[in-house]
Structure formats: C-alpha cells, structure tokens
C-alpha cells in the first residue's frame, strides 16, 4: 500500500513572477500534479521557469467534486500542489474547499507561504490601525452591498475589500454614503505590476479621482478604509456601563441595548456603537 500524499497549498505571484519564492518552485517541481484555477493560466507561469506537470482544474464551479478526485489520488500515494491564478488559495479564490475536504479525511495539509494581495497593500499603505477586517469582495447588487457596508460601518479596525474594475465607481459610491466622506480609503492598484498604484485620500475625494482619469478604473483593486472612530467609555457613565455588560451577558445584542436605553436613558446609537466595540473586544480575547 503506498503512503498517503501530501496536498502543498502554494502561493504564486499576483504579477511579478520574480514573486515566486524558491520554494514554491522546489514543490511545483517535485508533486505528481497541480491542481489549478485556470489550467491555462497556470500553463504560462510553469512554463516561464521550465517545469511540466500534470495540471487538475480546480475552479469554483467544480470545486466539491474535485475535492473528492483529489482525495482519491493523494490516498493512492500522489502528492499534489493547489495554486490559483495569483496570489494564495481560499483567500478570496477556490481552494477552501478542497483544504477542508482533505483536511476532514486526515491528510497532510502543507502551506507554502508567498505572495497575498491583502497583506501586499496593507504593507505599502502605512496604515496601523488596531489591526483590520478583510472582508473579501462586497456583492454585485446595490442593495446587497450597501446592507453589507452598514453592518461594517463601526468596525474599529481598518476594512479591506477586493474589487473588481467593472464595480469600482459604484463601490465607492455606495462607501461615501454609508461610511462617509471623512474617513480615508486607500487605493492599491494592479500591485506589482506595471501600472501598479497606491493611493490615498478622503472618501469624498474618491469616485473624482478614478473619474479624472479612466486608466485608474483598470486592473484588480485591494481596497482599504480607515477604521471607525473609537468612543471613549468615559462618554459613559460607569452605571452604564454596569448594566449593558449585565444585559449583554444575557441577552442578545440588540435587545439589550433597547433596554439599557430605557433604563439609562442615553442615546441608542451611542450605546449601540459602545455594545459592539464590547462585543468585538471579547471576541479578541476568547
């Protein structure tokens, strides 16, 4: 019976080739297959450093019955290398699926770390602010994004989204209005690439700037937006404060800051945005 292989969840560059890391070419050359996102794709960035290998299509529309082929070769001994058009797998892009699929059956799931679009434009945007929030790409539909962002609109920590060229100017649209003018939004742009942009401003400032000039409307977008504002608790009473916790611990979220309205007779939006930053504080420390 031949040992059971080994899935490599492989970082490849989102631009730049000279971003594959050594490692990644040592496992892209020594696995049995590669399982990628678009086989094509994958086909130049193997052939610019030399190497051949049985290529897999692994995409989003077949990602759950891959995951069962994959299983089946890496339990008859095959290892096997799962990369995506660019940058990590299952950040934003298939390969959560198969990890977990594989990981659930007891084989060895092995990371290679490299390049990740989110960790790229947090890194040249300066940016520090109590850690931040990715939260991907918004949905397609008006309504559906505007409803996501309202949810985000007291995050504490700096919100990163993907965005597509095609959605842009309706993105930012929908952010001013729900997030407002004031807060900062940084543009990071085609990243390692030739037209590779980074850019900061006010919000408000933000549909003008991509309007000025049409070539930054192109490419795949990281965006990130400053974080909330945080409320000192001396804005409340330590009383307060007593009996949110006590009604938080009990009930949930929104219930209890209806009642503690009622009892304290602050202000609810006040003590909604305090409730979340106590809620989003315990789950920093669980």
Known sequence: MHPVGILYVVAT????????????????????AIAAEDTRHTSGLLSHFGISKKLIAVHEHN?????????SQLNAGESI?????????????????????VRRASVKVVPVPGVSAVITALSASGIAQNGFLFHGFLPASGAARRKVLEALKPQTVT??????????IDSIVDMCAVLGGDRRITFARELTKTFETVYSCRMRE?????????NQQRGEFVLLVEAAAIKEAEEISEETVRVLKL?????????????????????????????????????HHE
Request: cysteine-free; proline content about 5%.
């Open 13 to 32: 560059p989102i631009g730049n080739l000279q971003d594959i890391t050594l490692r990644a070419l040592d496992v892209l050359k020594s696995v049995d």
């Open 63 to 71: 990602e759950h019955q891959s995951a069962e082929r994959l299983l």
């Open 81 to 101: 290398a799962l990369v995506t058009d660019a940058g990590t797998p299952g950040i934003s892009d298939p390969g959560a699926v198969v990890v977990d699929f």
């Open 159 to 168: 919100l990163v989204f993907y965005e597509a060229p095609h959605r842009i």
């Open 206 to 214: 933000a549909e003008a700037w991509l309007q000025a000039d049409t």
């Open 247 to 283: 009604l938080l611990a009990e009930l949930p979220l929104k219930q209890a800051v209806k009642l503690a309205t009622e009892i304290t007779h602050e202000k609810k939006n006040v003590l909604y945005d305090f409730a979340l930053q106590l809620k989003n504080e315990s789950k």
